[in-house]
């Protein structure tokens, strides 16, 4: 990919990465369909050059034709191995490799007959896979050189046909066997075409769609931090009354005409525990606000890490029934942030306001992968649920500024390099599972053990 003006800034070379990412995979699949065209040329010279030759008697320059072949395929154990070892893919390339099947069919062509041989047309593919594959410039680039060379072919080849033996093949019969040669290099070229535009087609839809959701991931990301910035503000700005609210309550408790009721102390008592419940959540964002993973965090053993926000969740929400099983078999060190424990109270909240009489928690490992599955009784996932899961502001409650908990579940899980999947039960219900590679949580111990 060519540059197209300055640096983007630090932010945003993630996705400029994912973008060349893209772009390699697309190639590198576009090769691997060359290196396919390229044996079936070879099969097909092979075949049309013995049946030339030994069907209809024609000497061809054998070696020459021979070295061809094997230049192609050198061609092609050189593009395997390149593709085997990872390296990326440019255009530039592609662009090459088209050429160097260019050169090869030029000179297979001048050794047998220039442009008077019927697959001198095979240009025309190579000139439609250069359309497909590369940028305007080379594909021009492409149809000057075949045009050049096809030039060429009408002034300088190897003429097959004058040196054959007059008793065996008259000039009416070659006119035939040219048309036949003709039919059947259409035919081949057709069949290529198809088989092989189609799949390019393919990847490159495959291309547009990964760019597509690469787009997507970037304005959801967008959507996060400006949210982000919102909640930093907003916490900010609950400060004053927080702080006002708690020395009003302080002064009601000193207060005998209120304290000498007990419903109202009891009340004074309640609002002064739910106040301290919000300056712990304003806290909690104004310490989490511009702090990047694992900064500050704790380190803790995911089972007990797992144990605590779950035992903390119960008690400060009070399910009727929760079920909860830990089978993890690997006790490794997490770096205990509340960007971890946000996601999971996320999803419990989610299923306790469908199903506060039942839930179940489960974690297990499944291939160095941590599923944390939270099944519920509710109502279940509408299709329509379902098929946007994780996009803002998809909710079932149908109030205005709900629907981001998933939201914000998925898209950190997937900074972490992991997935949410939601289905619904078959016996009624819902579930979502949490999906987290080991090697993204676990942080190295040091030499102490800490």
């Not at 919000?278 to 704790?298: F, P, T, Y």
Request: proline share 5%.
């Amino acid at each position: 990919m060519q540059d197209e003006g300055p640096a983007p800034a630090g932010k945003e070379w993630p996705m400029v990465r994912a973008a060349f990412s893209i772009q390699e995979t697309t190639n590198r699949e576009n090769q691997l369909l060359l290196v396919s065209l390229r044996w079936v040329a070879v099969a097909g010279q092979i075949a049309a050059i013995g049946a030339v030759r030994f069907g209809l008697g024609i000497p061809l320059p054998l070696p020459q034709m021979g070295a061809v072949i094997a230049c192609l395929i050198a061609l092609n154990l050189v593009a395997r191995y390149r593709h085997a070892s990872g390296r990326a893919v440019t255009d530039t390339e592609l662009f090459l490799e088209l050429l160097l099947d260019v050169a090869a069919l030029t000179v297979q062509l001048y050794l047998s007959g220039g442009a008077t041989n019927p697959f001198v047309s095979l240009f025309l593919l190579q000139v439609i896979l250069g359309a497909v594959l590369l940028r305007p410039w080379a594909t021009w680039l492409i149809v000057a050189v075949t045009s050049a060379c096809f030039v060429g072919l009408m002034a300088w080849y190897n003429d097959i046909g004058f040196i054959m033996p007059a008793h065996d093949f008259t000039r009416p019969r070659l006119l035939e066997l040219h048309i036949y040669g003709m039919f059947i290099c259409f035919l081949l070229a057709a069949v290529l075409l198809v088989l092989f535009v189609t799949r390019i087609n393919r990847n490159l839809r495959g291309q547009d769609l990964r760019l597509a959701g690469l787009r997507q991931q970037s304005a959801e990301e967008e959507h996060i931090v400006r949210m982000g910035l919102l909640a930093s503000g907003a916490a900010h700005e609950l400060g004053t009354p927080l702080a006002t609210l708690s020395v009003i309550l302080n002064d009601w408790q000193r207060m005998p005409a209120l304290t000498a009721d007990p419903d109202i102390a009891t009340e004074i008592g309640e609002m002064q525990a739910q106040l301290a419940r919000c300056k712990d959540i304003v806290s909690g964002i104004l310490r989490s606000s511009g702090e990047e993973r694992g900064e500050g965090a704790e380190r803790a053993s995911i089972i007990a890490f797992l144990d605590d926000v779950v035992r903390d969740w119960s008690r400060s929400r009070g399910p009727t029934k929760l079920y909860y099983t830990n089978r993890l078999e690997t006790d490794f060190v997490i770096a205990s942030d509340a960007l971890l424990k946000q996601i999971l109270v996320n999803v419990l909240d989610n299923a306790c306001e469908a199903s506060p009489h039942w839930i179940s928690v489960d974690a297990a490992e499944e291939d160095d992968v941590m599923v944390i599955a939270v099944h519920d009784a509710g109502p279940g996932f509408s299709p329509e649920m379902l098929a946007e899961f994780g996009k803002p502001y998809r909710s079932t409650k149908g109030q205005p500024g709900r629907g981001l908990g998933l939201f914000l579940v998925v898209n950190v899980l997937r900074k972490l390099g992991g997935r949410a999947v939601a289905a619904n039960l078959p016996l009624g219900g819902a579930s979502v599972e949490l999906r987290l590679p080991i090697a993204a949580l676990a942080v190295e111990e040091d030499a102490d053990g800490r």
